[in-house]
């Protein structure tokens, strides 16, 4: 009784301290026992607590006529997250249990395991250091991650395997998963295909000083229709928020010849603002109906003296689009 008590007031400051009101909260579905059918958990605001029992309540271990139970999560991390893994009332709640965790990469190689937790520092959930933790783990790739649990002594090792796969306690205990990224959100842009001087076959250049318009084509795909965009949000240049937009041609055309309509918009090269060793251009805006996108197109910033400035006008064959996309005027 003691223990539920302070668990309880534990949770209760928890939610304080951190003004994490709404953190999200899963119970765990079996079967789990495996990494191949580890339970998925979505981590919408940087943490999540996950409700599980190791084996069956009332029954205090596992035997040969009970089967041991193993628990495994898996989540979306991204490179550089800073991860704790903390396991929060396997002692104490309904029963004790010594829970051991274990972190895997995608593949199955265990990257961290831990039984005893090093210390009770910042960790109100727990009264003893037999719950298992994992303290500030930066994840080394963006991509899928597995946590195991299961109770002392059944360690694992490399794919979720455990030792000693008949003994152990069973008991109940909570798994909080924090420091996870927000996976990238539905308001992202969406991305586009652009095409820098569509008619220039070479890499783009771009020469800062040109006053000539530089013509982008924002190119059609199945899921975006460059014709209906709103053209009075493009933007385009070397960070994609620059408001260098000319017009954007008043008819569509195929220009990579998919069969679907895109539009051909010209921006003034010196609001665009390229530096030298810029490496792409970005172009950004919304569509017809409010949704965000964004374009990004390689090019090469020429130096400022080049030959070809002094031979400005001079007419090669296959320069004849590439003029035209010049669009004096
Ligand atoms: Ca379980
Ligand atoms: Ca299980
Ligand atoms: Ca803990
Ligand atoms: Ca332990």
Redesign the pocket.
Known sequence: MKHLACRAVASACLLTLFGIAQASSVDEIEPNDSLATAQRVDIPDNSVTISGVIGTIGQLTCDPSAPCDNDFYTFYGQEGDVVTL?????WGGAQNVDTVIALFAADGTMLLMNDD?PD?VN????TSTS???IDNFRLPATGFYVVGVSSYPRYFSDGGVVSFPTMGGNGDY?L?ISGVSAPPVANAPMQINIDIKPHDRRLTRVDPRSKHLIPVALLSSSEFNAVTVDQTSLTFGATGDEHSLARCRHFPEDVNHDGLLDLVCFFKNQLADFQPGDLEGILRGTTGDGRAFEGHGLLKVVPEKHRGEHRHGFMHGHDRDHDRDHDHD
């Open positions: 903390n396991i929060d009332g396997g937790a009770l960790d109100p959930g727990s719950d298992a933790r909570k909080v």
